[in-house]
């Protein structure tokens, strides 16, 4: 009996221990996802297309009716983007994006 509960006491510690590592590992791709997504952000309003959408910042992008169309304009011309990329030039065009983007970055 005295085993069969020091292997319980083992068990439940092993997978307190894990669920410890699961949960840290959660939250830390939850905050590097959300570092990636505010910079992706910053990367269209840099680019521009906040203002050319007219956008504003502070709206709620989910729930501000008055900026539903601006929105789904935006939405439909990033899909518009990605649905002109081939496959088999995409590698060319990145490094072509990629120097445009550069110089952008650099101003």
Not at 11 to 29: A, D, I, P
Not at 41 to 63: E, M, N
């Amino acid at each position: 009996m005295q085993t069969i509960n020091r292997n319980l006491n083992q068990y439940q510690h092993e997978q307190s221990t894990f669920k410890r590592k699961l949960q840290k590992s959660t939250m830390s791709f939850r905050k590097a996802r959300t570092k990636t997504l505010i910079q992706l952000g910053g990367l269209l309003a840099k680019s521009g297309f906040i203002d050319l959408f007219s956008i504003k910042l502070g709206q709620d992008l989910q729930k501000d009716d008055e900026v539903f169309e601006d929105v789904a304009a935006l939405m439909g011309a990033l899909v518009e983007m990605k649905s002109t990329c081939d496959l088999n030039t995409l590698p060319q065009q990145k490094m072509l994006w990629a120097e445009k983007g550069k110089r952008s970055l650099a101003e």
